[in-house]
C-alpha cells in the first residue's frame, strides 16, 4: 500500500494550500537529486512530487481523502512534473538552494502551548463480502472515540472554576536551562513537567472526566459504502476521530476496506471473473444456458464448435469504476469442457459411427482418441 501523502510532505489533513506548498518546498530542497547524493534520495523526491500533485488540486485531495490511493490512479505518474502555481521548475530549483548560503531559513515559530489542538485521527478496518464491494450500500459499525466532555466542556475543571496558568512555566509550556561552558552558554529546551506541555494546571478536576476533559465514547454509525471499492480503498468520515483539546477540531475516522473471497467470482480490476462448465456436446452443437453475474441470471449463448478455455464476454456485467458507477467492466466466463469417464453401450456406439464418419481410428480408447482430436 502506498505511504500517506501528508505524512510524504509532513503536513496535516486540514493544512490549506499554502502550507502544503511549503512544506512541499522544504522537502524538494532536502531530497532533491542536484542537492541529496543519498541512495534512495531520487526515488523519495519522486514520491514526494507525487504528494504534492494530489495534495495541490482541490479535485484530486478530495478523491484521495475519502478513496486514498484507489481514487487516484489514475493521475499523473511521479517525476518531474508541471509545477502550475509554483512558477515552474525553475522556481523550485531556485527555492531549494536559496537556504544554502544563509542556512535554513529563520527560527522557527512555537505554537502557543494553550491553543486549541485538533484530536486524533482514527482508523477503522471493516470486510465487506463481495456483492457488497461491488454495488455499495449502507453499513453500520461501532466506534469507541473521545468526545468533549460535556460537563466542563472539555476544560477538565469542575463547573465554576477554571485552569489557572502555571507557574513553573508562566504559561509557555516550556522550561529553559542555561548552562554556561568555557566554550559559551547553552540553553536547554524541554516540556514543563508540571503542565506537560499545556502551560496551565487544572486545580478542581471535573468529576464527569477526571480533568481529561473528553471521555471514552462507544456510538454506533451508519456509513455510505461506494459502489466499486476494493481492498485498501480508505473512506474518511469527517470529525468522528478523538476530540480535539481546549476547543480544537475533533479529527477524522478512516475506515479502510477488505473484501471477502467469493466462491464463484473472482475480480480483475472491474472486471469479474468466473468459470462455466459445458458438455462435449454443448461445446461442439452450441447451446443457450443460463449463467451467474453479480446482477443475477441471465442467458448464455454458446456458439457450436466452442473450443476449452474459450473466454466469453458479457459487457457491462462487472464492477463500477469507483466515483463513477455508470461506467462498468464486463465478465469474463472462462469455457471448462466436461469430457465423461464413463459412457453407455449406446452412446459408444452412436459415437463410434460419428468417428468412422469422420475417418477417425477408433479402438480400446477410442473416444478418448476420438474427443481429443475434436479439441486439438
Known amino acids: 500500500m502506498a505511504r500517506d501523502y501528508y505524512e510524504i510532505l509532513g503536513v496535516s489533513r486540514d493544512a490549506d494550500k499554502e502550507e502544503i506548498k511549503q512544506a512541499y518546498r522544504r522537502q524538494a530542497r532536502k531530497f532533491h537529486p542536484d542537492v541529496n547524493k543519498e541512495p534512495g534520495a531520487e526515488e523519495r523526491f519522486k514520491e514526494i512530487n507525487r504528494a504534492y500533485e494530489v495534495l495541490s488540486e482541490p479535485d484530486t485531495r478530495e478523491r484521495y481523502n475519502r478513496f486514498g490511493e484507489a481514487g487516484v490512479s489514475g493521475a499523473a505518474g511521479a517525476g518531474f512534473q508541471d509545477m502550475g502555481d509554483m512558477g515552474g521548475f525553475a522556481d523550485i530549483f531556485e527555492s531549494i538552494f536559496s537556504g544554502f548560503a544563509g542556512g535554513m531559513g529563520g527560527p522557527s515559530q512555537q505554537r502557543r502551548p494553550n491553543a486549541p489542538a485538533r484530536g486524533d485521527d482514527l482508523r477503522l478496518d471493516l470486510k465487506l463480502d463481495f456483492q457488497e ?42 522550561v529553559r536551562r542555561v548552562t554556561r561552558t568555557p566554550f559559551g552558554s547553552f540553553t536547554q529546551v524541554s516540556t514543563c513537567p508540571t503542565c506537560n506541555g499545556t502551560g496551565s494546571v487544572v486545580e478542581d478536576k471535573c468529576d464527569a472526566c477526571d480533568g481529561r476533559g473528553a471521555n471514552q465514547v462507544t456510538k454506533k454509525l451508519k456509513i455510505t459504502i461506494p459502489a466499486g471499492v476494493d481492498n485498501g480503498t480508505r473512506l474518511r468520515i469527517s470529525q468522528e476521530g478523538d476530540a480535539g483539546q481546549r476547543g480544537g477540531p475533533p479529527g477524522d475516522l478512516y475506515v479502510y476496506l477488505f473484501v471477502n473471497e467469493d466462491e464463484e467470482f473472482h475480480r480483475d480490476g472491474i472486471n469479474v471473473l468466473s468459470e462455466i462448465k459445458l458438455s462435449y456436446l454443448q461445446a461442439i452443437l452450441g447451446c443457450r444456458l443460463e449463467v451467474n453475474t453479480v446482477d443475477g441470471p441471465v442467458e448464455l449463448i454458446v456458439p457450436a464448435g466452442t473450443q476449452p478455455n474459450t473466454v466469453m464476454k458479457l459487457e457491462n456485467r462487472g464492477v463500477p469504476r469507483l466515483g463513477n458507477p455508470v461506467s462498468r467492466g464486463d465478465h469474463l466466463l472462462t469455457v471448462l469442457i466436461d469430457i465423461p469417464t464413463k459412457i453407455t453401450p449406446e452412446e459408444r456406439e452412436l459415437l463410434e459411427k460419428l468417428a468412422k464418419i469422420k475417418g477417425d481410428r477408433t479402438g480400446k480408447g477410442g473416444l478418448e482418441g476420438f474427443l481429443g482430436s475434436l479439441f486439438k
Open 133 to 174: 464491494a461491488v454495488f455499495g450500500g449502507e453499513k453500520e459499525i461501532r466506534i469507541a472515540h473521545l468526545e468533549t466532555c460535556e460537563v466542563c466542556s472539555g476544560s477538565g475543571a469542575k463547573p465554576g472554576t477554571r485552569p489557572r496558568t502555571c507557574s513553573t512555566c508562566s504559561g509557555s509550556g516550556q
